[in-house]
């Protein structure tokens, strides 16, 4: 069995970010930039079931600039054995994103691709949903559990009322949720070894896919302020503050 | 221009989220409801209520996310608008649909600023991108806690569509909380505990007081990766977001992930044993102590002000 992982480097998780005063996005120049987190739970998953004996291999693919190596290489690391970097500095709508990605599948038809649920820089929770389209395959997102089964997997999804299992035949794609898994720390030997693990870059152009955006994005701006709050001494305070605010409830 | 929303329903119901997606976009058009259920009689009767709806359309089958897109892209041809919530069957649907035809959604809208521009929070909620959709259809969800429901009192025709709505995938098991608290996600009052709480019989101090509210009981991630709270009680960037007239958060630090998921609260009451906590300077109103004191004077002195919901 193949299993593709599709990875995307942001804004570091921890960093606070700061969006520009002229209105035009958010400071990335001098931000510590990672692994989407999201997208180290597929990776771990992907190296899990190869280790299972469920994969002889994962590869890895990532979209973005030439800088974009580097969470390629943690996933190597990680124990995924091939990688593949489609390069560009142009910043690429979802759609654009899965597109490319459906090129990937074609040429390396994998019976599993693997993905974040959710990018943590635009939130979109878009990709996987989109590939499963443009590829024609069932889709099972926000996974908090894989197991393969006979020809097929079964996956447990995180839902708004709990949880529900889907079992899909293969080839399928699967997004990661959270609580999926612990992402591995690699080992130095393991990032030594990364390095000589096969990474081939590639120009995006070279797909033949419309990248054009779709959307115009007017304008990032900073969410509105809250105004800062008092300390009160006493439950006594607290319920008569509680107690106020919900008489004067609208009744919905 | 017009509008078709899919239904959200729990256990043969229809949810709350669908009356404030139908009360958001029905600016934008006539606005059809969809609803796909194995049994949707109930709730495309509830839908048929909804102020601003002229028609409800029927299917009978599944909501997993290939056989809704098949089901969808066939009726997309007759709408400017294909809308549902930003919950999990909108996410896991909306772009699988969007993608299929040929479309960028625009997803977890928080403002209509008109026909075809949005703004949808980004990095957590720590910045809002505004966003101008000029093509020719537009596919989106909506962050239902964002709008208000539409009011009840209309009668709008039901029709049922013959088309059925197969998978793939099969559904094999439901894991649900079985709670009679309200939906988190579009509650008026949400109590939330933090890991402070230690463990999951300590977390039912959380549930005594929601009770006492009327309130949904929401939890953070790490309260929910110990065990202490199920998952689909998560409120965060990853989890619900939520948007209640006021929203207790107990023994919770305020980690952004967290942060983003209660920003649009109307009024933040914090309690905590840390002042410099996030979450307290944030608050309208914090009180500093130990929870485990705190809570049940609060709720018999709660009882005393003869508070009830």
């Given amino acids: ?252 | 221009m017009s509008v078709l929303v899919l239904a959200d329903h729990d256990r043969g119901a229809l949810s709350p989220a669908t009356a404030r997606v139908v009360g958001a976009v029905s600016e934008l058009g006539p606005v059809d409801v969809l609803v796909v259920a194995d049994d949707p009689s109930a709730i495309a009767q509830s839908a048929s209520t909804l102020s601003g709806v002229a028609k409800v359309l029927t299917a009978k089958g599944s909501s997993l996310a290939d056989g809704l897109e098949t089901l969808l892209s066939t009726l997309t041809v007759r709408y400017h608008y294909v809308v549902a919530s930003a919950g999990s069957v909108g996410k896991d649907v909306m772009p699988r649909l969007a993608a299929k035809l040929d479309l960028m959604p625009v997803t977890d809208i928080i403002a209509i600023r008109g026909p075809n521009s949005f703004d949808r929070p980004i990095y957590a909620g720590n910045a809002i991108q505004t966003v101008t959709d000029n093509q020719l259809r537009h596919v989106l969800t909506i962050r239902a806690s964002a709008f208000r429901p539409a009011a009840s009192g209309n009668a709008a025709p039901i029709e049922a569509l013959d088309n059925p709505v197969a998978s793939a995938a099969n559904l094999i098991a439901t894991h649900r909380t079985e709670s009679d608290t309200p939906d988190l996600a579009t509650a008026q009052i949400v109590v939330g505990g933090g890991v402070a709480l230690g463990s999951a019989e300590n977390f039912q101090l959380i549930e005594k007081l929601a009770k006492k509210l009327g309130a949904a009981i929401g939890a953070t991630r790490a309260a929910v990766d110990a065990g202490y709270a199920p998952n689909d009680w998560q409120v965060g960037q990853t989890g619900k977001i939520i948007a209640p007239d006021l929203y207790i958060a107990i023994g919770i630090s305020g980690a952004l992930q967290h942060l983003a998921g209660i920003q649009g609260a109307k009024k933040i009451v914090a309690i905590n044993t840390d002042p410099e906590a996030p979450l307290v300077k944030l608050a309208d109103v914090a009180l500093i102590g130990d929870l485990f004191e705190i809570i049940p004077q609060l709720i018999a002195e709660l009882d005393r002000l003869g508070l009830k919901r």
């Fill in chain 1, 1 to 252: 069995m193949k299993i593709l992982v599709a990875i995307k480097r942001v804004v570091d998780h921890n960093v606070r970010i700061r969006v520009r005063p002229d209105g035009t996005g958010v400071e990335t120049s001098g931000v510590r930039l990672s692994m989407n987190p999201f997208c180290k739970h597929a990776v771990e998953a992907a190296v899990q079931l190869s280790e299972a004996g469920h994969g002889d291999e994962v590869v890895v693919v990532s979209i973005g600039p030439k800088t974009a190596n580097d969470v390629i290489l943690t996933a190597l690391a990680m124990g995924a054995h091939r990688g593949i970097l489609i390069e560009t500095d142009a910043a690429l709508e979802t759609l654009a994103i899965a597109k490319l990605l459906a090129k990937v599948v074609a040429e390396e038809n994998p019976d599993i691709v693997l993905l974040g649920k959710q990018a943590v820089d635009d939130d979109s929770n878009h990709v996987g949903q989109m590939l499963a389209a443009l590829t024609n395959r069932p889709q099972a997102t926000f996974a908090s559990e894989i197991k393969v089964v006979g020809q097929g997997v079964e996956v447990t999804r995180e839902v708004d009322s709990g949880r529900e299992t889907l079992s899909l035949p293969l080839p399928a794609i699967v997004t990661a949720d959270l609580r999926l898994n612990t992402p591995r720390n690699a080992a130095l030997p393991m990032v030594m070894k990364a390095r000589s693990k096969p990474l081939a870059a590639r120009p995006a152009a070279e797909f033949g896919v419309d990248l054009a955006p779709r959307l115009v994005v007017e304008k990032i701006s900073p969410p509105p302020e809250r105004v800062a709050g008092k300390t009160v001494d006493s439950v006594a305070e607290l319920a008569a503050f509680i107690a106020a605010d919900v008489s004067n409830m609208e009744a919905l």
